[in-house]
């Protein structure tokens, strides 16, 4: 995944005036004439924004971002304010839906969705030397290292006699010693990247040595993978598959904290106009949204500021908005959340009966 450098966060683009175009591209395929098509639903989305009255000009940047996109990725992603291109991501996989709009507030939902699924990991790749380590970051950024101990006495041979057992054993300490250089690295790379796994992979007794070198913080996080691995590249894509696990836990997780405190008549808002009055009150921490079609096809309102917001017109008059505008509930929402410092988790459609009317929210307190 690519993005614009300075890097524009979605919480910036929450916070910015608009109006906005959002543009998800499907740039995918791999036969010779992808590119062409590519271009034909790029001139049909760029008829589709004119019409909603996209400037030219910025039109005309973004086509410019079009002409390669099928090589670098299966969606491309655009959103930019009335003067300049804010952001630009490409994605490895092709959009559900596709989306070409211009209006008032950015279209960040299918974004969220993607980044929602993007953590933090290490990947290990340890035999009886060192280890070869990759730190695969949300933003795209990929670092790998090389950790080298000693090889002398490395092997563990059988020459026979009374030197058979020192042999073995000078091997099993440079092991253990090589083990603890690697843990000792992998520590401080926990400590910088704060991943939400290790993914180790290796020599069995290497990455056994490395589980009992690392301290139990560092411990805990590891997840073996089975094979035999001469570098990290097949361990990579074994990680995705312990990413999607992590991701999909952590959804069920705020699913399941959502039911009980909405049980419980607590610290909790479910529905459109109970949730949108405690964004605007900025009482959320975490919002939940159901990946459907009815945070597209219903409205709300809101006003200049992200936190004018509410089910009504006259919800969002309460703050002195004399005309605010209409746009689609999920946007509506994830703006005020964004700005509000809370967290935002997208519900797959399969649980869509957990948060009735595809919007709820834990709430930071209650009035």
């Known amino acids: 995944m690519t993005s614009t450098t300075p890097r524009t966060t979605l919480v910036d683009l929450a916070t ?25 639903r790029w001139r049909a989305a760029r008829r589709q924004l004119a019409e909603a009255g996209a400037p030219d000009h910025l039109l005309d940047v973004i086509g410019g971002l079009t002409g390669r996109a099928n090589l670098d990725g299966d969606t491309l992603v655009v959103v930019a304010d009335a003067d300049r291109v804010r952001l630009v991501r490409q994605l490895p996989e092709p959009p559900d839906r596709e989306t070409a709009s211009y209006g008032p507030v950015a279209h960040l939902l299918p974004l969220l969705r993607w980044e929602q699924r993007q953590l933090p990991v290490l990947v290990v790749a340890t035999d009886r030397v060192g280890a070869e380590i990759v730190a695969l970051q949300p933003d795209g950024v990929e670092v790998t290292e090389t950790v080298a101990g000693e090889t002398l006495h490395i092997t563990r041979s059988h020459p026979g006699g009374w030197s058979q057992r020192r042999y073995q054993q000078r091997a099993e300490d440079r092991w253990e010693a ?25 020599d069995v007794r290497a990455v056994q040595f490395l589980r009992d070198k690392s301290p139990t913080r560092v411990a805990a996080l590891l997840h073996e993978v089975q094979g035999a691995y001469d570098t990290t590249d097949a361990a990579v894509e ?41 964004l605007a009150r900025r009482q959320v921490d975490t919002l939940l949204l159901v990946d459907g079609p009815q945070l597209t096809t219903r409205s709300a309102y809101t006003g200049p500021q992200p936190d004018q917001v509410g089910a009504t017109a006259g919800a969002v008059a309460v703050f002195g908005v004399t005309d605010p505008v209409e746009v689609p509930l999920g946007d509506a929402a994830v703006r005020a959340a964004l700005a509000g410092g809370a967290r935002l988790v997208v519900v797959p459609d399969k649980l869509a009966d957990q948060v009735p009317d595809g919007i709820g929210a834990i709430l930071r307190y209650t009035v």
């Open 16 to 40: 910015a005036p608009g109006p906005f175009v959002s543009l998800y591209l499907d740039t995918s395929g791999r036969a010779p004439d992808t590119a062409e098509q590519v271009q034909l």
């Open 178 to 202: 090589n083990a603890t250089l690697v843990a000792e690295r992998l520590t401080e790379l926990v400590d910088e990247v704060r991943p939400r796994a290790v993914v180790v992979t290796g």
């Open 238 to 278: 074994q990680a995705v598959d312990v990413v999607e696990d992590i991701a999909d836990a952590d959804v069920a997780a705020a699913v399941a904290a959502y039911r009980r405190e909405i049980g419980q008549a607590d610290r909790a808002a479910g529905g459109a106009s109970d949730t949108l009055a405690t």
